[in-house]
């Protein structure tokens, strides 16, 4: 079978690719195309192209974006009209992957759902259209189903794609002592995000704090995706450590994190790292998002425990004071035996299913019941 996939982010991109490696050990004469990043394509995926093209962060970004989307958008469509794919499989990226569920749909291609965007937190109404255009959904979070539910929308609960991740990471043992200074006692991670934009804002603020902890080591967990250049800031500090791919690494070792809100905070969670989780975009997107935003937290762990276990520092919020003081209370102070004890619940709320491999399974046989 042809499989057409898109993901717009890294996140996205890399549990699609472990959804391409499910596919291809479930179907041997599946072929792989798509519109994603490097994950994908290592995964055995014809990559047509890159989603840093159209990547980006913040309501008012979008906007001003807007002609390179919809160039980007006429462009995929005219790739799934090439390859005539049997199935398409969404990942995320709800701006730009309904528009090609509404255009897959009056292709009579079968469309598949695997991460369901955020709607639960703003804009919900269009669970309809998700309903409206997309076959089948495959939820990574187990309160997406009930919310769905309410839409009379059934979808599956396949289990979080970060456990597939990390069951398949084997820690490098020599790690901690490559990075740690010789007076260091605790290893500090930040983790400023995965955009451009997000790291260019995120990073600056994340490294105010460090005059405060002398005693620690600080290691700034870079992606591959973006310039060097954009972390040159780090070369000032004697004791910060850069690294490139190796965020698992260091999240293995490492005491306690910033970390920019995302995929990330519950990467952290799950590696029982306590954190603290932090944002701050543009005055205007700001602005929009907290007209439309309806939920009670942005963090992943905190939306999925439903209750606040790990802090929240959001814009205004986000400055070096508050950084620091959550910074001690979560290294020394019982904040940091709640945090771990909060962890443990939310692996427990998640469960063990591997979720690549479930959602691979009913894509399959879904496809296969129709021929």
């Known amino acids: 079978m042809k499989y057409f996939l898109i993901a717009g982010e890294r996140s996205g991109d890399m549990h699609a690719g472990n959804l391409i490696k499910a596919l291809a050990s479930i179907d041997n004469e599946a072929e792989f195309f798509g519109w994603g990043g490097n994950y994908m394509e290592d995964a055995g995926m014809d990559l047509l192209q890159h989603y840093q093209s159209i ?79 997309v076959d089948h959904m495959y939820c990574i979070l187990p309160f997406e189903v009930e919310f769905y539910k309410q839409f009379d929308y059934s979808t599956d609960y396949v289990g979080n794609p970060l456990f597939d991740q990390i069951r398949n990471f084997n820690p490098d043992k020599t790690f901690a002592n490559q990075i740690k200074g010789e007076e260091s006692q605790r290893i500090i991670a930040l983790l400023p995000g995965s955009r451009y934009q997000e790291v260019s804002t995120m990073l600056d603020e994340m490294l105010d ?88 937290y942005i963090g992943l762990p905190n939306l999925i425990a439903g209750k606040e276990v790990v802090p929240e520092l959001i814009q205004e919020k986000m400055n070096s004071g508050e950084m620091i003081a959550g910074l001690k209370s979560i290294i020394n102070g019982n904040r940091r035996k709640e945090m771990i004890d909060g962890f443990k619940e939310i692996k427990d709320i998640l469960g063990n299913k591997k979720a690549s491999l479930e959602a691979g399974k009913l894509i399959f046989s879904r496809l296969n019941s129709k021929n």
């Open 209 to 296: 704090v460090i005059p405060e902890f002398p005693e620690a080591t600080f290691v700034v967990a870079a992606v591959d995706n973006l310039p060097g250049e954009l972390y040159s800031k780090v070369d000032k500090f004697d004791n910060v450590k850069l690294i490139n791919g190796q965020t698992y690494d260091l999240l293995n070792v490492a005491d306690a994190a910033l970390v920019t809100s995302g995929t990330a905070t519950l990467e952290t969670a799950l590696f029982n790292v306590p954190h603290l989780i932090c944002y701050k975009a543009g005055k205007l997107s700001y602005l929009i998002a907290k007209q439309l935003i309806k939920v009670d």
């Open 55 to 133: 990547s980006f962060m913040g309501f008012w970004e979008v906007i001003q974006n807007f002609r390179t989307i919809k160039k980007a958008i006429r462009k995929c469509k005219s790739d799934i009209s090439s390859i005539k794919p049997d199935a398409i499989i969404l990942v995320d990226f709800a701006g730009f992957n309904l528009r090609i569920a509404a255009f897959a749909k009056s292709l009579d291609i079968p469309v598949h759902y695997y991460i369901s965007p955020k709607i639960w937190a703003w804009n919900t109404k269009r669970a309809y259209k998700i309903k409206k255009l």
